[in-house]
């Protein structure tokens, strides 16, 4: 059964959140979804501050991460993730428009455990997004955070 | 020796046992030329009974094999042989062992003279009892000289020796002085002979008269003649014509006393016809009178010398003739002295007077701009060696200031004449193709700076449009997504608010957003093929088609492909790029050729034109040939999209990728006859 510690979706364009979304809730994902529109804001999830500090939920259980973001990329989230202890095993799958390879490079030097690239027809990305889920809620083993 | 011939005559005769065997009158002054029969037999009867009774014993000896022709009675009563056991026997045997090589001695005395004096000898007896003698030989010749025979006269020494004995008692100082010169002159005879033979010079004596006496080896050798030969012609039969009278006036003076030897380089005519020369050294044996006895003539072969001579003439002729044509200066510097010696161009070449030229290395040096002299110094300084050469670029200095580019080349060599080093060189006038050199780094720092800038430009504009296309791949695809997604969310959500043609319209926005999204993909793959960087490695594209066909068809496998790829393609490129023109070739011939049942794909690689190109063939629709050159620019389509999908950038994409490889891309076609897409490959070009 998928465990029950909140997914975190870090994800700035509106359109692309509601489609994430409702990607999820279709493929009977129930686990809660933290929606973060900036890198700070991601990382203030994470180290529990600023809007989060008193949050008292677990997880996440993983993270969606978008690269193109405001403030903060998605490379930098990544970067400050693995040079945290703390967070350090927390499992971050990069879904973004690019695959550019920079960026897919980049994300691989820092220790991205998947790397999707988004695609346009909607069908598809619902189909990916079960399967991210799946693999990441069900089939994979992480360390609790 | 000396001896007293009286005293000899008188012991001898009273020693005498046999009577003379006839009646002989004593010799009579006129006998011999009194023509009357009798007389000349009576004379016959007197010699024959001298020679018989002579108190010395008398025999002849053939010149060929030394053998005894003839003795006469006091040989047989002297040492107890009959006439025919002494005559046919080799006059060798008759000596006493103990004196063997005294004989050989007097032997080879007499070859050379033609005479014997004096030789203390031993006679062995046929009782074995042996005998001292003195031995004479004078030789019997013919005409020609020619010797036929010698006669030796053995006079017992018996008494002699006891007299001598008396003599070296009285005189031993004397006596032993006397020995002395006789082994000396015995021991100098066997040095000489031995010399004639074996010198490496040619040797002849010859008779004041001209006549040929002697030759030796070493002369037969140069001259090609045995000295048999030699004597039957003369020295001028051989020699060049031009130079028979030489040395008339040398020989002339020679022969007054004038001179004792003189020197002369002949040419003579060796007996295969070839030329030789020779250095011919004439001189004088003269006789302890003061007469000549002999002239000696030497001879060295000085062909080789002189040919190398005059070839070293012809070379320094030719040298000089260079030298003088050539120009550029030439010049020669001992490196022991420093002094400098050079040809008249290169004064010329320096603007000075041919009494102004520097006669040493430092002087010509002098004259170099201060600003190159130290380049020149080292450069010249660094040469140790015979056999390394340098090369420097200096300026001189000309009257009036100014300064000329010259070039400077040499080297060093080792004169083998006096084993003296030497630098030799040329002057080369370098001024005009300094112009050129300085127009032509003017013009090179010209286009560096320009090539600088447009390499910033265009550093610049790669940047941008690697920002450009990095947020074309992050932005523009999001409002696809969007458009795509929420019409999916419209159908799925208010498909009871939605007629048929209402979802037909939502079908076509999404349809839209994905062939955009599609596009976008496309050209951004274009952009990153332009800007990649290769990396070229070994591709097996055989291999790379096999797969990618496998794919391909995975992805239609309803589809009837006959595939033929032909095994072992080789090419080299970048393997990532290579497999972008592949997919694209392929995916193009499966596309075009879907009306045909079977398609049939080949791959496969051709000489073309002396080169080797690879090609994807397939039997599919075609195309105008007249458009073949549109195939390759980016959005351009020969087809309509109702029929065949796609953007129009993956042909551009291919021509991009074999450009960037050095290779040419074309394509063959007719309506209907299907399509074929060529490319070449050559790496090394970028």
Known sequence: MPKSHPILLVEDNPDDQLLTLRALESNNIINQVEVAVDGQEALDYLHRRGEYAGRSDRGPQ???????????????????IRSTPRLRHLPVVILTSSKEDRDLIESYNLGVNSYIRKPVDFNQFTELVKQLGFYWLVINEAPEL | MVRNRERDKDESTGRRTAPPTRDASPPEQGAAVRPSHTTLESDYEYYRDVFENSPDMIVSVSAEDKTIIRCNQTVVEVLGFSKDEVIGRPVVDFYAREC????????????THGFVRDAHLILRRKDGKTIPVTLNVTAMRDENGKI???????RDATQGDRIIEESRRRNATLLSANVNLRSRYQSAEVMFRSLFTHAGMGITIVSPAGKILEVNPALEEILGYSSEELRAVSFEDITHPDDIDLDTEFYAELMSGQRTSYRVTKRYYHSTGRLIYARLTVSLIRTPTGDIQHVVGMFEDVTERQEAQLRLQESR???????EGSADGIWDVNLETGALVASGRMAEMLGLDQDE??????????????????????????????????SVDCRFRFAGGEYRWRQMRGGIVEVAADESFRMVGVLSDIALRKRTENQLHNL????????RQRTRALEQANKELEAFSYSVSHDLRAPLRALDGFSQLLLEDYADALDATGRDFLNRIRGAAQSMGALIDDILRLSRVTRMELTIVNIDLSRMARELAQNLHAQEPDRAIEWKIQPGIAVRGDERLIRIVLTNLLENAMKYSRPRKPAIIEVGMELHEDAL????????????????KKLFKAFQRLHNKADFEGSGIGLATVARIINRHGGEVSALSEPDKGAAFYFTLNCEAE
Not at chain 2, 100 to 111: H, R, Y
Not at chain 2, 616 to 627: A, K, L, T, W
């Open chain 2, 317 to 323: 002729r030719r040298f000089e003739l260079a030298a």
């Open chain 1, 62 to 80: 993983f993270v969606l991460l978008d690269i193109n973001l405001p403030k903060l990329s998605g490379i930098e989230v990544l970067r400050e």
């Open chain 2, 444 to 451: 090179n720092v010209q286009l560096e700076r320009r090539v």
């Open chain 2, 613 to 628: 190109r690879c090609f994807v063939r397939d039997n599919g629709v075609g195309f105008d040939h007249r458009y073949a």
């Open chain 2, 357 to 390: 030229m520097p006669e040493s290395i430092e002087e010509l040096l002098d004259l170099v701009h201060e600003l190159d002299r130290e380049q020149v110094e080292e450069t010249i300084g660094r040469l140790r060696e015979p056999g390394r050469r340098f």
């Open chain 2, 100 to 111: 063997l090589a005294d004989v050989q001695l007097a032997m080879q005395s007499f070859t």
């Open chain 2, 148 to 154: 036929l025979y010698s006669r030796s006269i053995w």
